[in-house]
């Protein structure tokens, strides 16, 4: 969250360093990447959708990865070892 704060604040203060036809060529630009974004999503297709790769791949992957989350979980948030201290104190356990 203040990361985010603080890389938009700087850029808040970098657009105001820019003159009018900076700030048109930037929003020129900007506009430019959105449009070949859309073209792109347009023409692929997700991964889980493509017809190239094999249907075991597709449907095994993920639950590879839930795997994998469990099981850094579990060993990360397992007991590993435990140590138990006795002693006794003047004849006192």
Known sequence: FVA???TRRRHNRWLKT???AQNLELARMQQDEK???NDLNGRMS???LSKEI???VRLFVP???LGNI???LSGHLSLGGTVSISGSFAGDP
């Open 4 to 6: 985010r704060w603080v």
């Open 18 to 20: 820019l003159n009018r």
């Open 35 to 37: 449009e070949l974004q």
């Open 46 to 48: 997700p991964l889980v």
């Open 54 to 56: 094999p249907c075991l």
């Open 63 to 65: 639950i590879v990865i």
């Open 70 to 72: 469990g099981l850094f």
